[in-house]
Structures are given as C-alpha cells and as structure tokens.
C-alpha cells in the first residue's frame, strides 16, 4: 500500500534552515505529483509546495515563496524540502502527500529561540 514516511523536522532558531525528507513506497513514485504541507496547532492543513513527476514547473506558497525549496530525487523515491530563513510561524506539523491520495504521519518543525 502507499506509503510515505516523512523525517527531518526538529528544533531550529528563527533565521535557521531545515531539509525534510519523505520516503515512499509502494507506488510507482516518479508518476506522481507531491506535494508539502503543514498543520499548526489549531489551524487547517496549509498547502506549501508542489513537484511534477520530473521534478520541473515547481509551485509555492507566498508564504513561503523564496525561502523554501522543493525537489525530488526519483531513483530514490524521495521527495525533499529545503527550508531557510524559518520564523516562528513556520512551527507546525510537516507532511508529504501524494496527488490521488495518500499522507504521511507527518515530522514536527518548531521555531524558537
């Protein structure tokens, strides 16, 4: 069955970088788009970023357009994202998901000093 196990969150500083990853399996994972997408405490589900199969015609957010950058690597079935600059909205529950369905369990990102 799908599968998609996202890894790479933690605790950063204001101003600081993180790369999340998101590991799939049990799917043919270079025929689908992914994307990234966060929830914050007591929030709805914020779309962030979107990849084409390739890798190519990536899509933000405004929010985070200019510091967070998406890419995949297919031969590893591997989705990233590079984030910089984090603040402290960005603290929130990070996931992966697929186009046509399937989540992951999520990786938590908190920004503080």
């Known amino acids: 069955q799908v599968q998609l196990v996202e890894s790479g969150g933690g605790l950063v500083q204001p101003g600081g970088s993180l790369r999340l990853s998101c590991v799939a399996s049990?799917?043919?994972?270079?025929?689908?788009?992914m994307s990234w997408a966060r929830q914050a405490p007591g929030k709805g589900l914020e779309w962030l970023s979107r990849?084409?199969?390739?890798?190519?015609?990536?899509e933000y957010a405004d929010v985070v357009k200019g510091r967070f950058h998406i890419s995949r690597d297919n031969a590893k079935n591997t989705l990233y994202l590079q984030m910089n600059r984090l603040e402290s909205d960005d603290t929130a529950m990070y996931y992966c998901i697929r186009y046509g369905g399937g989540r992951g369990q999520g990786t938590q990102v908190t920004v503080s000093s």
């Open positions: 990849s084409e199969t390739d890798g190519t015609g990536a």
């Open positions: 049990g799917f043919s994972f270079s025929n689908y788009r």
